[in-house]
C-alpha cells in the first residue's frame, strides 16, 4: 500500500516534465558562490569509526526522553507514539522544494489537497487551510478570519469570549488580532457556566472561543444550547481543536454548531513534536466564511494541482511556502492507515485508558471533577501538603523511575494540578506501572521526594535562580 503511496504521490507529476540539471563542482563554484563565502579547506573532523559515531549519538538521546523511552503522560499536549512508516513517507518527499514549478510537484499538491477533504470529513467543516504553522497561528488565523467577516459585513465587533480554563494561548490571540478578551467562569462541574455566558456575551461579541473536550477533559455536553446563545447574538462558535483526538469518528465539531476551528495536526495525527516543534495547525470553516481563508488555496483543475491567489477578500498569507508539509505527510499518512473506523477506534482507546488511570488514581489524590472524563483528567497535589510535598517534588520523583512527568499547574484553576493523557497507545501494562509508580513515590520519605531527580543526568536545579543566571556552554 505504501509502495503505491509513494509513487501516486512522489512522483514529479506531468509527463514529460524534466526538472534541470544542476552541474555543481569544484570548477564552477565560484561562479555561483561569491568568494568570501567560499571555503575549499577541508574541515578539520576527528577520525572516528562508525560504532564510536552510533554509540556517542545513542548515547545522547539516552540522556533526553522520548516517547521511544517510555509513557509520555503531558495532558493537553498529547504525545502519542509516532508510527515509523509516517518518518520514511516524510522522507520520500525530500528532495522537492516549495518554489518548483506547479507541474513538478503535483504528487505533494495532490496530497495536501487530499488531506484537507479528509479533515473537512473528520470535522464536518466546508473548507480548510493548512497554511498556520501551530495551533497557536491557527487560532490567530481563525480570529483574523472571523474579524474579515464581519468588517466585511460592516459589522462593528469587539469581543472575544473565553472560558477560565482555556489554554493559554487562547487570550493571547484575542488580544493579537486586536480584540478584548472577556473571561467566563467554569462551572461546579468543570463545564462552561451557562448564565456567566448569557450575562457576558452581547451584540459586540465576535467569537466564543472554546475547546471541547475541555481542557479539564471534560466533554461540554450543553454545547447545542451554547450555539444557539452564541448565534442568536449574531457571533461565530469557534473550537480551539487541541482536543480532537477524543472524537474522531464519534462526533463532528460541524455537527455541533461550531463556525471555524483549528487543528492540532502534530498532535491528533501523530507528528513527534518534543521541544516546540514542529507543528502545524490548519484552519477549517464553515462555507460562509471560506472566501477569507488565507491564500492560497489549493485547486484541483481537471486533475491538475495548482494555487489560487485570486482570493480578493482572503485574510492573505500567514506562513511561506506551502506550510509545514512534512507533518502533513505524517498526517496524511496516519488517516490513510487508520481509515474511519481506525480513527473512532483511537479516541475510544484514548478515553478507556484516561478513565482506566483516572480511577485508579483517585485513591491517592484529589479529584476536583470526579466525572468520567474524555481523554485526559485533572488531578489535584493539594492533598500532599501534610506531607509537606508539591505537584512540582512528585513531577520531578517520577523522572528517577523512568516516567515523564505529566502537565502541571495547568489549568490555572485547580489548585496544584496534575494533568494526565495516556493516549490510546499506551498498554494495560504501562498504565498499571506508571500507578505503581506514582503510588510508591507517596509513599517514600517526603525529603527523597522533594530532592528529585537523583537518576537523572541533571539534578535538582534551583529554577528561581536558573531564570535570573541562565548559563548555555558546550
Wanted: charged share 25%; net charge negative.
Amino acid at each position: 500500500m505504501f509502495d503505491r503511496f509513494i509513487k501516486e504521490l512522489s512522483v514529479s507529476g506531468k509527463k514529460g516534465v524534466k526538472l534541470p540539471d544542476l552541474d555543481i563542482n569544484e570548477k564552477n563554484i565560484n561562479e555561483l558562490l561569491p568568494e568570501n563565502l567560499i571555503d575549499m579547506e577541508k574541515p578539520n573532523l576527528p577520525e572516528v569509526s562508525e560504532p564510536d559515531v552510533v554509540r556517542h549519538f545513542v548515547a545522547l538521546s539516552e540522556k533526553n526522553y522520548h516517547i521511544d523511552k517510555n509513557l509520555y503522560p503531558l495532558g493537553s499536549c498529547t504525545m502519542k507514539y509516532n508510527p515509523k512508516i509516517n518518518e520514511f513517507m516524510a522522507l520520500s518527499f525530500k528532495d522537492f522544494h516549495p518554489m518548483q514549478p506547479e507541474e513538478t510537484v503535483q504528487g505533494p499538491l495532490k496530497l495536501m489537497y487530499e488531506l484537507e477533504k479528509y479533515l473537512c470529513e473528520i470535522t464536518g467543516m466546508d473548507s480548510v487551510s493548512l497554511q498556520p504553522a501551530a495551533g497557536a497561528q491557527g487560532e490567530f488565523s481563525s480570529l483574523l478570519v472571523a474579524r474579515a467577516y464581519f468588517e466585511d459585513k460592516g459589522i462593528k465587533k469587539t469581543n472575544v469570549i473565553v472560558p477560565d480554563s482555556a489554554h493559554g494561548t487562547n487570550p493571547a490571540s484575542v488580544k493579537m488580532a486586536g480584540f478584548n478578551v472577556i473571561e467566563i467562569k467554569s462551572n461546579s462541574e468543570g463545564l462552561v457556566d451557562i448564565e456567566s455566558l448569557k450575562n457576558k456575551i452581547n451584540d459586540e461579541t465576535a467569537v466564543f472561543m472554546i475547546t471541547n473536550p475541555n481542557t479539564l477533559g471534560l466533554f461540554e455536553k450543553q454545547i447545542k444550547e451554547i450555539a444557539e446563545i452564541v448565534h442568536s447574538h449574531n457571533a461565530l462558535l469557534y473550537m480551539d481543536g487541541a482536543n480532537l483526538n477524543a472524537i474522531l469518528g464519534i462526533a463532528r465539531p460541524g455537527d455541533m454548531g461550531f463556525d471555524l476551528m483549528h487543528y492540532n495536526l502534530h498532535k491528533t495525527f501523530s507528528t513527534p513534536h518534543g521541544g516546540g516543534g514542529p507543528g502545524s495547525g490548519p484552519i477549517g470553516v464553515k462555507d460562509f466564511l471560506k472566501d477569507y481563508l488565507p491564500v492560497p488555496r489549493i485547486i484541483n483543475d481537471n486533475g491538475f494541482y495548482r494555487f489560487d491567489f485570486n482570493l480578493p477578500k482572503s485574510i492573505g498569507k500567514v506562513l511561506n511556502y506551502w506550510g509545514n508539509f512534512s507533518v502533513m505527510v505524517r498526517a496524511y499518512v496516519y488517516i490513510k492507515m487508520m481509515g474511519s473506523e481506525g480513527l473512532k477506534d483511537v479516541s475510544k482507546a484514548a478515553i478507556i485508558n484516561a478513565n482506566y488511570l483516572l480511577r485508579k488514581l483517585e485513591k491517592y489524590f484529589y479529584v476536583p471533577y470526579p466525572s468520567n472524563c474524555m481523554h485526559e483528567f485533572v488531578l489535584s497535589g493539594k492533598n500532599l501538603r501534610d506531607k509537606g510535598l508539591k505537584t512540582l517534588n512528585v513531577a520531578k520523583r517520577l523522572l528517577d523511575y523512568g516516567f515523564h512527568a505529566p502537565t502541571i499547574y495547568f489549568p490555572l484553576i485547580v489548585s496544584e494540578a496534575l494533568m494526565i493523557e495516556p493516549t490510546e497507545s499506551e498498554s494495560k501494562e504501562t498504565l498499571d506501572t506508571f500507578v505503581d509508580v506514582l503510588k510508591k513515590i507517596l509513599e517514600e520519605d517526603p525529603e527523597i521526594v522533594k530532592s528529585a531527580p537523583h537518576n537523572t543526568p541533571v539534578k535538582k536545579l534551583d529554577e528561581v535562580l536558573a531564570t535570573k543566571e541562565i548559563k548555555i556552554h558546550w
